[in-house]
T-cell receptor
Framework: DGGITQSPKYLFRKEGQNVTLSCEQN?????MYWYRQDPGQGLRLIYY???????QKGDIAEGYSVSREKKESFPLTVTSAQKNPTAFYLC???????????FGPGTRLTVT | GENVEQHPSTLSVQEGDSAVIKCTYS??????FPWYKQELGKGPQLIID?????GEKKDQRIAVTLNKTAKHFSLHITETQPEDSAVYFC??????????????FGGGTRVLVKP
């Protein structure tokens, strides 16, 4: 069963704690992306990676960090420096010779 | 950078009627325009896309049109059904590796199909 998995579906953290969101894909896609979605709004790009061991900042990278040690995995860490971390986080991937980005089911993070 | 505006923000239609959502983009270098459907609490699903070398594309009840000169593109859903109720997003991308194939999204349109 091919696709993109994100875990957990819901995540709760206290303010001041770092938290890592998981994104795994078995589609053999080279590129992976992290987006943030706030209620009633569109998606905004946080980070993206086109190849293993390389990644670039998106439009709203401040307070976030990523790693890309394996082709299948692109974890996102929400640090305590992110001022408004409560949001719905979406991971996507894209094949090397493809335009289409395919999204995972998302992780809803709540920080109190 | 690219800016994508999407209208309307909400759209209510009677079952069987058509729905039209419009988007404008700012960067004339954008060459790929996907549309996504998002159901509550789920990730967006690609429903149709169009590249800049094509003016129109159709897939059953869904069609997308692109006007490169005016820098706008539209989603048309005909014979709407209750299961079409969702939030729809347009996006634009400069689809070359150097640009990272990054998508810039519109703000979304909440579509409600009334039976």
């Amino acid at each position: 069963d091919g696709g993109i998995t994100q875990s957990p579906k819901y995540l709760f953290r206290k303010e001041g704690q770092n938290v890592t969101l998981s994104c795994e894909q078995n589609l053999n896609h080279d590129a992976m992306y992290w987006y943030r979605q706030d209620p009633g709004q569109g998606l905004r790009l946080i980070y993206y990676s086109q190849i293993v061991n390389d990644f670039q900042k998106g439009d709203i990278a401040e307070g976030y960090s990523v790693s890309r040690e394996k082709k299948e995995s692109f974890p996102l860490t929400v640090t305590s420096a992110q001022k408004n971390p409560t949001a719905f986080y979406l991971c996507a991937s894209r094949g090397k010779r493809s335009y289409e980005q395919y999204f995972g089911p998302g992780t809803r993070l709540t920080v109190t | 950078g690219e800016n994508v505006e999407q209208h309307p923000s909400t759209l209510s239609v009677q079952e069987g009627d058509s729905a039209v959502i419009k988007c404008t983009y700012s960067d004339s270098a954008s060459n790929y325009f996907p549309w996504y459907k998002q159901e509550l609490g789920k990730g967006p699903q690609l429903i149709i896309d169009i590249r800049s070398n094509v003016g129109e594309k159709k897939d059953q009840r869904i069609a997308v049109t692109l006007n490169k000169t005016a820098k706008h593109f539209s989603l048309h859903i005909t014979e709407t059904q209750p299961e079409d109720s969702a939030v729809y997003f347009c996006a634009a991308s400069i689809s070359i590796k150097a640009a990272g194939n990054k998508l810039t999204f519109g703000g979304g349109t909440r579509v409600l199909v009334k039976p």
